[in-house]
T-cell receptor, first 115, second 114 residues
Framework: DQQVKQNSPSLSVQEGRISILNCDYT??????FLWYKKYPAEGPTFLIS?????DKNEDGRFTVFLNKSAKHLSLHIVPSQPGDSAVYFC??????????????FGQGTTLQVKP | NAGVTQTPKFQVLKTGQSMTLQCAQD?????MYWYRQDPGMGLRLIYY???????DKGEVPNGYNVSRLNKREFSLRLESAAPSQTSVYFC?????????????FGPGTRLTVL
C-alpha cells in the first residue's frame, strides 16, 4: 500500500516558467513533509520541508503548499532553470518525540527544464 | 565535513555471496538509516538506528542485517545475496533521535547480484 504517491512520473517545462510537482498521501498521521532533489549517480539532497501546522513554506524559488484536508502537497519552482532538471521525491513522516522520524517516500517525478 | 560517506560505490555479487555495505557520518548525528531505491518505487527503508546501540526494522528488512558500530558508523550486511537485492542503496543520517527533520544522504552504493 503506497502511502505517499507521486502520480506524474515526469514533467517537462520551459526555462523561466513555473514547475509544479504534486504529491498525495493517505496516512492522516503524517505531519511533516519534505521534498528531496536527486541528480543521477548522487544521493538525494534536501530541498524544502513543511510542518502540518503551516499551509505554505517558501525558500527562494521553491515553495511548498500543503492542503491537509485533501492530503495533498505541491512543490512550485519559479522560475524554473535547466539546473533544476532532476528527480524530485516527496517524503512524509510523523513528528514528535515518540516517533522515530522514518521517512516514507513517493515514487519520484523526473523534471526536465528545457532551455 | 565529508557528510555521509558510503563504500563501496559499485559492487557485483554472485547469488549466495555475502557482503557488507559501509556507511559513516561525521556530523555527530544520532539517527542513521538504510534505504534501497528501485525503479518506480522511490526509496524504501530497510533498517534504521534511532540512536547508538539501537536498531529497528523498516519496510523491507528481509535478507538484511545491520550493525550500529558506534555513533558514526552503520553497516548493512547481505548474508546470502539474491538477484532481488539488485538495487541502489543509500545511507542517511539525522541529528535528532525522534520526530521530523531532514535526513542527509550519502552518494549511494550500486549493487548488482547475478
Amino acid at each position: 500500500d503506497q502511502q505517499v504517491k507521486q502520480n506524474s512520473p515526469s514533467l517537462s517545462v520551459q526555462e523561466g516558467r513555473i514547475s509544479i510537482l504534486n504529491c498525495d498521501y493517505t496516512n492522516s498521521m503524517f505531519d511533516y513533509f519534505l521534498w528531496y532533489k536527486k541528480y543521477p549517480a548522487e544521493g538525494p539532497t534536501f530541498l524544502i520541508s513543511i510542518s502540518s501546522i503551516k499551509d505554505k513554506n517558501e525558500d527562494g524559488r521553491f515553495t511548498v503548499f500543503l492542503n491537509k484536508s485533501a492530503k495533498h502537497l505541491s512543490l512550485h519552482i519559479v522560475p524554473s532553470q535547466p539546473g533544476d532538471s532532476a528527480v524530485y521525491f516527496c517524503a512524509a513522516s510523523r513528528d514528535g518525540s515518540s516517533n522515530t522520524g522514518k521517512l516514507i517516500f513517493g515514487q519520484g517525478t523526473t523534471l526536465q527544464v528545457k532551455p | 565535513n565529508a557528510g555521509v560517506t558510503q563504500t563501496p560505490k559499485f559492487q557485483v555479487l554472485k547469488t549466495g555471496q555475502s557482503m557488507t555495505l559501509q556507511c559513516a557520518q561525521d556530523m555527530n548525528h544520532n539517527s542513521m538509516y538504510w534505504y534501497r531505491q528501485d525503479p518506480g518505487m522511490g526509496l524504501r527503508l530497510i533498517y534504521y538506528s534511532a540512536s547508538e546501540g539501537t536498531t529497528d526494522k523498516g519496510e523491507v528488512p528481509n535478507g538484511y542485517n545491520v550493525s550500529r558500530l558506534n555513533k558514526r558508523e552503520f553497516s548493512l550486511r547481505l548474508e546470502s545475496a539474491a538477484p532481488s537485492q539488485t538495487s541502489v542503496y543509500f545511507c542517511a543520517s539525522k541529528v535528532g533521535t525522534s520526530g521530523g527533520g531532514k535526513q542527509f544522504f550519502g552518494p549511494g552504493t550500486r549493487l548488482t547480484v547475478l
